[in-house]
């Protein structure tokens, strides 16, 4: 029997929960998702998909071939339960990002808020889909975060349609972006990469949540991995890291092979 879910499909995947009580079977994802209670600050969740090997990007060049009905699900429904989708601009260029689109599914699940969420972009050329920042409804405009060296023209062109936050500098700093989505009670957060962007979040301590489905398949070398770069760190793989930030796993789910992996900063 097929059901609508939160996420918008129509997909009857039962998801097995196993860990922390291994064996329940069909677990309902949104009680299983849901961001903390009462929260006063931004809370950054990150979404991302990785193969069974590490790699973020497939052949495509974007994460397509990594995701599965369930991946879709599970993003669907993260979506949905988000006040702001928060993205680099390479990916919003590599996947076509536009504005997010309502779902029925929703209706419960964001009562009493927009009936979908924000986007907000970070891009220093403002290289970004016309359709991101020109589409998208008053209600949720999309936020773009660049720096005062980004292109003027460009610049004006976005501000009409778009809320554009200029920083000083010649980096958006995750904490620029954490500070305009607090003054904007923008508290439940979904950054869906690339791996660049969450690199810095990463790296500046910022990243509360990282919800990670592992697909069952094998890319080899090459594929960059879910956190790759970021500032000053260009030979990444010729240094060790600089810190390791302790995580605790919150949940372990599987369907149809894949793995969903919930884990907040310790
Ligand atoms: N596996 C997954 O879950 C997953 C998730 C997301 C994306 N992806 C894949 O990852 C690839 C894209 O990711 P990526 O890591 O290359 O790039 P990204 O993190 O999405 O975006 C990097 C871009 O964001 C802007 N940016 C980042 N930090 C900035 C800062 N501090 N100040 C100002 N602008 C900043 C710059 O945009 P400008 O270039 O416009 O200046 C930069 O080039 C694609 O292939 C995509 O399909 C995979």
Redesign the pocket.
Known sequence: MSSTHTDGTNTPTAFRELLPSPGGADVDLTAAYAYPEGLDRPWIRA????STDGG??GPS???LE?SSGPDRRVLGLLRGLCDVVL??????R??GYGPVRARKAWTELRAGRTPTPAVAV???????PEKLWKEAPGYARTLV???AESPVRRRRAVEEYADVVVVDGE???PAHVVEALAERGLYRVLT???????A?FVGAGLLDELCLTLSPLLLGPGA?R?V??G?GAREVSAHAPAQSTPVRLAHLLEAQGSLFARYTRD
Do not use: K, Y
């Not at 979404?47 to 990785?50: F, G, T």
């Not at 993205?87 to 919003?92: L, Q």
């Not at 869906?192 to 969450?198: A, D, K, M, V």
């Open positions: 979404n991302m998909v990785a973020a990007v060049g974007r994460s990594l993205v680099g601009a390479a990916t919003a590599a996947e970070v891009s220093r050329s403002l290289d970004l975060f660049t720096t980096s958006v700093r869906e990469g690339g791996p660049h962007l969450l810095e960059p879910i790759a770069g500032p």
